[in-house]
């Protein structure tokens, strides 16, 4: 399933520079620096004492990521996209985590007949309570038909989540142990652990964070988006968990602008129609083609780091090229971007096994192990 997104006019982003400071070397007497050094030993075990790591200063390994999130919940792998159940007022339904989307949204058709939720009397949108994690009163949720999601098995697709939830908090999707986690920003841990625990950082600066202010411009939705490469071709690319191609391997959809720019820079592109796609648009009853290419050898692509050197490689991808008919232009997405845009969708994640969404810092982290 594919949706279209909203368009993102493109900046050059200058990336973020670590400052290092340089301790000085002192000059004091014997006295200033034992009561220095006794400062350091309190200092560090009061660190460990609030942090609550179980190896801290006993030699052992730290505690996992998952002692740093707060809540757990179960998800369901259907169609190759994550779902969880939601309570809207009081009825239940699995929503879509959908990073790709900024609104939440609910059919409330998904639900049976006599439990569907209903809206706050005298609004168009408005129910009662949405509870995924947090209970949010009187929230706002937008009616949408998902009756044409098929291929989920036992479950139907009451809704999405959208970024106007999920970016207010750092959530973890494990696709491996079928869970989605949560995390205080202000108790979760350090860099330094995640790195060390196998996970690498792309930036999303300027396009996903716990403040709109801080992105590009008021225009700019709240969309998780990295920097990749093709070859020696770059480009922004979204990260899409409800984007699913139902490949065996990871898919990356490319607009004409990146598809142009990889020919351009040796890119090898060959034609495969048997994997070719109709998708659904944002237009009911509207859908578009989308053509299948696989890449040469030497054409394999990397997520970049904020230093803008590789996080995660992958050898072997296939690419599908996304052109926006007249009719559905109104929907947006980086089909009608002028600059080069890409899509990543749910093979990719899930192939990464654990993604973790910091809104707070801009950071995607991906587990490389």
């Not at 006599?114 to 949108?125: E, F, I, S």
């Not at 050197?309 to 089909?335: D, F, H, M, S, W």
Request: proline share 6%; aromatic share 10%; charged share 20%.
């Amino acid at each position: 399933m594919a949706r279209e997104k909203y368009v993102v006019k493109e900046r050059k982003i200058k990336r973020p520079v670590l400052n290092k400071n340089r301790m000085k070397k002192g000059n004091g007497k014997y006295t200033k620096a034992l009561i220095l050094g006794i400062g350091f030993v309190v200092l560090g075990i009061g660190f460990c004492f609030v942090s609550g790591l179980s190896g801290c200063g006993s030699g052992k390994s730290p505690a996992p990521i998952t002692s740093y999130m707060s809540e757990k919940r179960e998800i369901i792998i259907a169609g190759h996209m994550p779902y969880s159940k939601v309570k809207i007022n009081n009825s239940e339904g699995y929503f879509l985590i959908d990073y790709g989307t900024t609104d939440t949204r609910i059919d409330t058709n998904a639900f049976p007949v006599n439990d569907r939720p209903k809206r706050v009397p005298g609004t168009p949108y408005q129910f009662d309570s949405f509870q995924f994690f947090d209970t949010i009163k009187n929230p706002t949720i937008y009616i949408n038909d998902y009756s044409n999601i098929k291929n989920l098995g036992s479950i139907k697709q009451a809704g999405i989540i959208g970024t106007d939830f999920l970016s207010t908090h750092i959530f973890m999707l494990d696709y491996e142990g079928k869970a989605i986690y949560k995390a205080n920003p202000n108790t979760f841990c350090p860099d330094s652990i995640l790195y060390k625990e196998g996970y690498r950082a792309a930036s999303t600066k300027g396009y996903f964070s716990n403040d709109r202010k801080k992105l590009l411009n008021d225009s700019a939705v709240n969309v998780p988006t990295v920097r990749i490469s093709i070859g020696n071709a770059e480009a922004e690319a979204q990260i899409d968990p409800g984007f699913d191609s139902g490949q065996g391997i990871p898919v990356i959809l490319v607009n004409q602008a990146l598809f142009d720019a990889m020919i351009a820079h040796g890119t090898v592109l060959t034609r495969v129609p048997k994997a070719d796609g109709i998708w659904t648009t944002c237009v009911p009853g509207v859908t578009q083609k989308i053509e299948a290419y696989s890449a040469g050898a030497a054409s394999w692509m990397a997520i970049l780091g904020a230093d803008g050197n590789p996080v995660v490689v992958l050898p072997e991808i296939r690419i599908y090229l996304k052109k926006t008919p007249t009719a559905v232009q109104i929907c947006g997405g980086i089909g009608i971007w002028e600059t080069p845009a890409a899509q990543i969708g749910s093979s990719f994640l899930i192939s990464r096994k654990k993604v973790i969404f910091d809104p707070f810092k801009s950071q995607v982290w991906f587990y490389t192990k």
